[in-house]
């Protein structure tokens, strides 16, 4: 025997009024032309009538599917999580709904899942570009088809779209100084793929500060990896093994520097007294090592909101290519912990 029942639909509850189908539908949508004593009457019928809106049939009438589709890099990583709650906090403010995609670092993925989201015919996308991305094609065809494209964190000014970012030039020379602060002065850096702007502006705020400070870039102590735990390990034990060994590391993220930590402690070197440690993100993991990693904060859940509410102020408008795109920083705050501060005597 079932227990489903019969789906309410406009007509009933236009039966039960004695009234039209259209009047209970305009007065479900708030039209101007239907009286207040109407439209109450039509909701609390619906209400206890337990009505469900049909919402793809109204996505058509619209010509929105109210739907956002979002491209992330890594659900594993807590920075996208968080950057996807800002959005979804204002999405629902919108009663919009969020599709996610992650790209899993691959341009296949990414392109599969921008192939997706427009097959579902979604209003508008947001996009952090993956590590892999180098031809942008498949954003140019999003842009082409005359769907808002929305980019965070990893942006290029390649496609001409409104963005928001942290300056992470600024955190990364904020980071640098504070370790010149700690007494540090063979200070390295571990880089992700220069291709990727937010990781070369961290290479060029961690130089200028050393610079700025009257210390002389040493290329001994600059190198490159894939951005991950293991790539953070590989990079460490290379700075160990070089002609200067540091006393310092700027890491480009926190799964780096964390890495890089692991590789100090089987040394047997003391962090932060042999060497001190800052990484990028604010990774929530970070606050609970020990010792606890020193970081950079980059507003992640506000991202999220400037982001969303970028795409619901181009919304109205016929063609939002048309306008010139919004750039929007954040100012990020450096979190100093027990992995960079020296204790002096």
Known sequence: MSNTFPKVTISDIARKLNIT??????????????KEATKKAVKDAALKLNYQPNRLASSLRLGK????GVIIPSAEINFFGSVVHGIEKIANENDYTVLIYQSNELYEYEKKGLQTFLRSQVDGVLASISKETINLDHYAEVKKRGVPLILFDRVTDALDVSSVVVNDYAGAFAATKHLIDQGCR?????????HVTIFNQRLKGYIDALNVNGIPVNDDLITFGKVSIESGRECMQKLLGGKTKPDAVFAVEDFTALGAMQVVK???????DEVAIIGFANEAF??????????????????????????????????????????????????CRQSSIKSFS
């Open 21 to 34: 189908a259209a009047t209970v539908s305009r007065a479900l949508n708030d039209h101007p032309a239907i």
């Open 65 to 68: 599917s109210k739907i956002i």
């Open 266 to 272: 089987d040394t047997h070197r003391k962090i932060p």
């Open 186 to 194: 063979r200070i390295a850096h571990i880089g992700g793929q220069q």
């Open 286 to 335: 970070g606050e609970y090592l020990t010792p606890s990693l020193s970081t950079v904060n980059q507003q992640t859940v506000r991202m999220g909101e400037e982001a969303a509410k970028l795409f619901f102020e181009g919304l109205g408008k016929a063609n939002i290519y048309k306008e010139k795109p919004r750039k929007i920083v954040l100012e990020p705050e450096l979190i």
